[in-house]
């Protein structure tokens, strides 16, 4: 029931842009925490961004602040992750994870943390080229 569909990958040039989205359905998520999480090879997984889907807060990694920006829609149960300004270091494969924290809105993923997820997407490539 619970599903976490991925779109909007593919591959770009340096300088670029692409629009993730994470469309969601079998759970509200109002309260969970939705997160971008990449895995390239040969690197470590990195929280690229965040965000809290009942109170708004969001997180950056440093390394895509002021390139990246992540959006959510409520009503279509959908998060975004506008990427801008892409560099070939930015080539991963990306997730979308939800992290369940009720009413409260608290998730260590808003500190830039990889905690226990309650649900994964299966992921899509990004490939920057140069």
């Known amino acids: 029931e619970v599903q976490l569909v991925e779109s909007g990958g593919g591959l770009v040039q340096a300088g670029g842009s692409l629009r993730l989205s994470c469309v969601t359905s079998g759970f509200d998520i109002d309260d969970y925490v939705i997160g971008w999480i990449r895995q390239a090879p040969g690197k470590e997984r990195e929280a690229v961004s965040s965000i809290s889907c009942s109170n708004g807060r969001t997180y950056y990694a440093d390394s895509v602040k002021e390139r990246f920006i992540i959006l959510r829609d409520n009503a279509k149960n959908t998060v975004y992750l506008q990427m801008n300004s892409l560099k070939p270091e930015d080539t991963s494969v990306y997730y979308c994870?939800?992290?369940?924290?009720?009413?409260?809105?608290?998730?260590?993923?808003?500190?830039?943390?990889?905690?226990?997820?309650?649900?994964w997407g299966k992921g899509i490539q990004v490939t920057v080229s140069s």
């Open positions: 994870a939800a992290d369940y924290t009720g009413p409260g809105g608290g998730s260590w993923l808003l500190s830039g943390q990889i905690p226990y997820m309650n649900y």
